[in-house]
């Protein structure tokens, strides 16, 4: 597999070294990283029943129509 060489602080290796598990590689580590950090909503999935969601989405998008529908109405105005 090809590689990449990249510089780092020694402050920034000495963390990365100290994320290091037994038996993983600097990439590994990064990978881990990156993919933990991905999303901090991701530990929410799962935490509500499907119909709730559904509610949710509903009103997400009944909230953003009325937003566009508000700015659409302000900036004819301002014509």
Request: net charge negative; proline share 3%.
């Amino acid at each position: 597999m090809p590689s990449k060489t990249i510089n780092l602080k020694e402050e920034t290796y000495e963390r990365l070294r100290r994320k290091k598990g037994e038996g993983e590689s600097f990439s590994d580590v990064i990978d881990r990283i990156l993919t933990e950090e991905e999303h901090p909503l991701y530990g929410l999935v799962g935490l509500a029943e499907d119909d709730e969601v559904a509610q949710i989405q509903e009103k997400s998008r009944s909230f953003r129509d009325d937003v566009d529908r508000r700015i659409n109405d302000e900036s004819q105005i301002e014509q």
